[in-house]
């Protein structure tokens, strides 16, 4: 790892969560832009992995697609074995077995990620967020390897909708669901680790992302695949709730940049001033597929429905990063496309997690 004029440069790097949404789409953009770079994947696959995340979109293997660049491991982050030895191998491989660990990071982004999910089942929450976070910062240690931690703008809790303030660096943290806590804990462990346990380390909370391989269970492809199939998007409660969109791969340039300008043991928060309501969002929705405004439906709201999240990007700005995606409607008009042509690849989550929502959700 060089430190000249404040960059580091990593060759090796373990992507946690690599088979889900936001590490799918970085081990893409890595592999396709940053031929120097080797990406080892551990996932556990679970209900929202999808194993066509690590094929190309022409369906091709990435191991195949990218010789000697790629290579996965179906793995737990539970397991502290299972990750010793998968950062142990990065930090080999990494130091050409000469025993220095330069230019190995691990990129976490493994969680479970959906707030609905955590309000019938926190346990595995607490166990995958907070316990696994644990074993990879533990490793990182062990094995002297940079850790950068994947997190989320919920644990600052919600805003007013007319609060001028939005999200920032000195924001306390006040978590309002079972998910927003897990990851509350896990970010204040990483902290912890750097303080007092010589963990190096970068930390970024990022707001609501949108783009490809997104589950269906989750807000945007819910309604997108839902009006694929000829159905009505479904709005929980009034659908005032204000989230702070910006597009994956705006994300994912943005760890980039942390990861090679970023301050270690700092925090960035990410954001591409992208504040809409759920309401506006159906409304693109709708104009994009031709149809009338108000052809949706409303649904039981979410209890402890956070009403706005809204960050202040100034932090990340500060290292040159912009996003690319300025034109909101531009990005979901992509993201549609997407979601048009690769119907296979969602159809059969969308079956498993419509089952789930009907066991709790009725229209108003
Ligand atoms: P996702 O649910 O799409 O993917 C999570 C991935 O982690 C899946 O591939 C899953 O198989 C894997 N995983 C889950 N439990 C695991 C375990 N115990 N061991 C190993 N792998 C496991 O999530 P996402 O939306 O891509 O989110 C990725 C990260 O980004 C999360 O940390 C999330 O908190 C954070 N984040 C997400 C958003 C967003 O809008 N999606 C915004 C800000 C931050
Ligand atoms: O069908 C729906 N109808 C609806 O109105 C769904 C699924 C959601 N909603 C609302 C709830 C939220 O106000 O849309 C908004 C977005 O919902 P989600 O997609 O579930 O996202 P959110 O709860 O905001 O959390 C997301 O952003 C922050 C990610 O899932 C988290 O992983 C990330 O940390």
Same mark, same amino acid.
């Given at each position: ?5 404040? $960059?580091?440069? *990593?060759? =090796? ?5 690599? &088979? ?7 081990? =893409? ?18 209900? &929202? ?44 491989? &990494? ?45 990182? /240690?062990? =094995? ?10 919920? /644990? ?12 920032? $660096? ?80 705006? =994300?994912?340039?943005? /760890? ?6 970023? $301050? ?17 969002? /159906? ?5 994009? *597929? ?37 034109? *909101? ?36």
């Amino acid at each position: 790892m060089s430190t000249e004029a404040n $960059t580091r440069t *990593f060759t =090796h790097l373990l992507v946690t969560g690599g &088979a889900g949404f936001i590490g799918s789409n970085f081990v =893409h953009r890595t592999l396709a832009t940053r031929p120097e770079v080797k990406i080892h994947v551990l996932d556990a696959l679970t209900y &929202a992995a999808n194993p066509d995340n690590l094929k190309t979109e022409e369906g091709i293997p990435l191991e195949e697609a990218y010789p000697g660049r790629f290579t996965f491991t179906k793995g737990d982050i539970v397991n502290s074995a299972v990750v010793d030895d998968v950062v142990g191998e990065l930090a080999r491989e &990494a130091s050409g077995g000469d025993g220095r660990t330069s230019g190995a990071a691990i990129v976490h982004c493994a969680a479970e990620s959906h707030n609905d999910n955590s309000l019938v089942d926190p346990g595995v929450f607490a166990r995958t967020n907070v316990e696994g976070t644990v074993n990879l910062a533990a490793a990182a /240690v062990r =094995h002297n390897v940079f850790l950068h931690h994947i997190s989320t703008d919920e /644990v600052f809790g919600d805003l007013a909708l007319d609060d001028p303030q939005r999200f920032t $660096t000195a924001t306390p943290y006040r978590p309002s669901s079972p998910y927003s806590a897990s990851k509350a804990s896990a970010d204040h462990f990483i902290r912890a680790f750097i303080r007092s346990k010589g963990l190096r380390a970068t930390v970024s909370n990022c707001s609501n992302n949108y783009g490809p391989r997104q589950h269906p269970e989750k807000f945007i492809p819910r309604q997108i695949t839902a009006l694929i199939e000829g159905k009505k998007p479904r709005l929980y409660g009034q659908g005032l709730n204000v989230r702070d969109w910006i597009h994956v791969d705006d =994300h994912n340039d943005a /760890v980039w940049t942390i990861l090679e300008k970023g $301050t270690e043991g700092e925090t960035y928060l990410i954001g591409a001033d992208g504040e809409r309501s759920n309401i506006q969002v /159906v409304r693109d929705l709708l104009r994009i *597929f031709g149809q009338q405004p108000n052809a949706f439906l409303h649904v039981t709201d979410r209890p402890g429905h956070d009403r706005r999240y809204a960050i202040d990007p100034i932090s990340i700005r500060s290292l040159g990063w912009e996003p690319v995606y300025w034109s *909101f409607d531009a990005g979901l008009r992509e993201t549609v496309a997407w979601y048009q042509n690769n119907q296979q690849w969602w159809k059969e989550a969308r079956v498993a997690s419509e089952e789930k929502y009907s066991q709790t959700e009725r229209e108003l």
